[in-house]
């Protein structure tokens, strides 16, 4: 039977992700625009997305919180081409934006000395396996996949090496252990709800160390300098940014970040998306023709949550059959209005993936289910 009721809020995409429940344009009237980024205002503005941002994850007093250009993935470059090289690394890839940073690490920077723990689709790289006298380079939580590692009793307080993290699906949504970590990086289009083309980056006093003492052989561009002189360039962690932002942007960022303040702050914001995981969960219980793609429940993401499609119908089709029934189904929730951007990443097995960050509501996962169900018998025929 087709369902009758609708989502109140059809976004379930992982990036750029539903706004926060009752976000309309008003919440930008107060933005900044037409001043300089530069002016006291500005720079007041900018302080107060470092200041609320730090409070909320928990930031450590000695380390860094600065707005860079490009997303998550300027942020992270920026780390990667500024502090490796100085000793081996191990990068743990099991998905495509952990395969990503391994790409720019072995095929761009081309280092020496790079060991890659890989696994596939919905496992986790082998954690026992990491040399922690090397730099570490990974994922949080593997948006494509929808696989996490559990926790950060893995990660060694007295490492050689700096552990560099690609948190942007994790931040906000899952306890991680900024302080066990030398970079963090993430974008606001994601938990948050924000926009896009600016990152944060996070940088720990033995991150700063390498940077002071460690000069890549390569030729830095200017959006990925961090030092000047040798010296470490504390001004952009401190709303001197290296190039001008979105002052609208800005203001966005503050509007999620006063919206997750409201909730009790990161453990209100956990607790919503771990409800949309639960309700999820429930939903993969009772109806057989899906099941979680992460093999581990306790790999199983609460933002980006994975799922495949395991009926026999199903599994007897060939790859671009399967592709094309997972993204029938898509479409059809698409061309009723009950639910955006529920396909798969391009390079994932083909399935269901939904956003489950705070900004969505548990009630609106439970409106969609019954969607997902007729879509699949539309496409089961
Ligand atoms: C784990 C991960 N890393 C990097 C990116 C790229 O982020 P951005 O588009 O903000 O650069 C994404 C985007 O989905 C992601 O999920």
Redesign the pocket.
Known sequence: MKPTQRPQNPCFS??PTAKRPGWTPAALETALVGRSHRSKTGKARIQDVIDRSRALLGVPDDYHLGIVP?????A?EMALWSLLGARGVDMLSWES?GQ?WVTDVTKQLKLADVRVLEAGYGQLSDLNAVDWQRDVVF?W????SGVRVPNGDWIPDDRGGLAIC?A??AVFAMDVPIAKLDVVTY?W??VLGGE?QH?VLILSPRAVERLESYKPAWPLPKIFRMTKGGKFSAAIFQADTINTPSMLVVEDAVDGLRWAESLGGLPGLIKRSEANLAAVAAWVQRTPWVEFLPEDPATRSCT?ICIKIVDPWFLALGPDERTAAAKKIASLLEAEGAGYDIGMYREAPPGIRLWGGATVETSDLELLFPWLDWAWAQVRG
Not at 70 to 74: L, Q, R, Y
Not at 141 to 144: C, S, Y
């Open positions: 992982s990036g490009a997303s998550d993935t300027g992270m934006f990503g994922t939580n593997g948006t494509t690609d942007t699906s974008s289009q994601k896009a990152g980006s």
